[in-house]
């Protein structure tokens, strides 16, 4: 048995399929899902259908992302919001033209049913974007930080890497879980297409609702297995570019 973490998916269920499929996923392992989930590209609602299904089969730990409560508001509460539009909901709104709002309500539920994170056995902490209290995720005042957040990637990157974890100076943040495995800012902004580590933390998102390729990794051995770029398997869409 295995347990996987896998990144910020954004609609692209071809690349999601093809992740698994590499990885030679069975149903004795774990998948732990970072969060977005749509957005981007064509396939957003038959993301959530293949993570209900999938989530019949094995083990699987769907955290929320920011555009999974974005997608949430506008569904269960007609909230809409120009701005996410721009950033891939635009692709989402028009996917769910053609669903049923007896379907609607499933995500509805589904998107109601995401954790804001997931600590493992080992003090492993697997969260969408990041925390902003100094003692923990268990102290955080406002959960919009859990896939809000970026202050948590920026200081990890930040961080002078021969600084010792006992400095005065070292962020108490990155000092209270063994690992944080994260998404929501691609990596490709700092020009990488694999998962990075910056300290203890390990981002995902290798940038699929852009023109990067969809990441899934063994949380154990860090080996890891990515999709084709997803502007090649939707080759005829603009996903967020």
Request: proline letters at 2%; a negative charge; aromatic letters at 12%.
């Amino acid at each position: 048995m295995r347990t996987f973490v896998i990144g910020d998916i954004h609609g692209g269920l071809i690349a999601l399929k093809q992740v698994l499929e590499r990885a030679a996923v069975t149903d004795r392992d774990t998948l732990i899902f970072l969060g977005d989930y749509v957005d981007g590209w064509s396939q957003s609602p038959q993301v959530i259908d293949y993570l209900i299904e999938l989530k019949q089969k094995q083990n699987c730990i769907c955290i929320r992302g920011n555009h999974d409560d974005l997608l949430q508001q506008w569904m269960r509460d007609g909230k809409d919001n120009e701005l996410w539009h721009h950033h891939g909901g635009e692709a989402t709104v028009l996917a769910y033209e053609s669903i049923s709002q007896t379907h609607k309500q499933i995500h509805v539920s589904f998107l109601e049913s995401l954790q804001g994170y997931y600590l493992d056995s080992q003090n492993r902490l697997f969260i969408h974007a990041g925390f902003t209290n100094m003692n923990g995720v268990t102290y955080e005042y406002s959960s919009e930080s859990f896939y809000w957040d970026r202050t948590l990637w920026e200081t990890a990157m930040a961080l002078d890497p021969d600084m010792k974890t006992d400095s005065l100076f070292y962020p108490k943040r990155l000092k209270l879980y063994k690992e944080i495995f994260i998404g929501h800012t691609p990596v490709t902004r700092i020009h990488e297409t694999v998962p990075i580590q910056k300290a203890n933390v390990w981002n995902v998102d290798t940038g699929a609702a852009f023109t990067g390729k969809l990441t899934i990794m063994d949380i154990d051995s860090k080996e890891f297995w990515q999709s084709d770029p997803l502007n090649e398997l939707y080759f005829d869409e603009k996903g967020r570019n």
